[in-house]
């Protein structure tokens, strides 16, 4: 069964205080791994797309990472702003050549000044 | 422009009500989705189209009812709902081919069932 598990499930911070964010994925034909930010009462804000381990990303203070079962958002002297709840999903084979995006259940970033 | 837009942004309504949510995209997408998310959840996916037609139903009751009357919009029309039903509904799109498989997803409709 295809899964994605996030931990930890809260981090508290304070501003500069470095970090990283896991997600680990089982999934049959992964086509994909996405980090999203969601703030409260919004929609997803994409972030990153990794497709294959090795690969990394970068923006602003963030840098995600990928291996072959898991992938990590490092969070580099984090900022208030940067507090929201981080999304990790991915793009499985199933439903098709559309696939499934399966979510994991999200950690929750707080940044304190 | 990777926006995906949801109208309206909240709707309340009874529980005898008929009412539509609405999600219109322009970047092209043929692989739309409906997400319903509950507080503190992950979204939860409900429904996706491919190229106009339902591809992916997660077993959803039949109060809610997708339709997608071309490319760029995907309605979701809601008839008899249940006060547990209240929840954030997102809507999310995606090239259906190619390299780039990210999903942009909407704002979302804050509805809450009374």
């Known amino acids: 069964e295809d899964q994605v598990t996030q931990s930890p499930e809260a981090l508290r911070l304070q501003e500069g205080e470095s970090s990283s964010l896991n997600c680990s994925y089982t999934?049959?034909?992964?086509?994909?791994l996405f980090w999203y930010r969601q703030d409260p009462g919004k929609g997803p804000e994409f972030l990153f797309t990794?497709?294959?381990a090795g690969e990394e990303k970068e923006k602003e203070r963030l840098k995600a990472t990928l291996t072959k079962k898991e992938s990590f958002l490092h969070i580099t002297a984090p900022k208030p702003e940067d507090s929201a709840t981080y999304l990790c999903?991915?793009?499985?084979?199933?439903?098709?050549?559309?696939?499934?995006?399966?979510f994991g259940k999200g950690t929750k970033l707080s940044v304190k000044p | 422009d990777t926006e995906v837009t949801q109208t309206p942004k909240h709707l309340v309504m009874g529980m005898t009500n008929k009412k539509s949510l609405k999600c219109e995209q322009h970047?092209?997408?043929?692989?739309m989705y409906w997400y319903k998310q509950k507080a503190k959840k992950p979204p939860e996916l409900m429904f996706v189209y491919s190229y106009e037609k339902l591809s992916i139903n997660e077993s959803v009751p039949s109060r809610f009812s997708p339709e997608c009357p071309n490319s760029s919009l995907l309605n979701l029309h809601l008839h008899a709902l249940q006060p547990e039903d209240s929840a954030l509904y997102l809507c999310a799109s995606r090239q259906a081919h190619g390299d780039n498989t990210e999903a942009f997803f909407g704002q979302g409709t804050r509805l809450t069932v009374v």
């Open positions: 999934v049959s034909g992964l086509r994909g």
């Open positions: 990794l497709y294959s």
């Open positions: 970047m092209g997408h043929r692989a």
């Open positions: 999903a991915v793009l499985s084979s199933y439903g098709g050549s559309q696939g499934n995006l399966i």
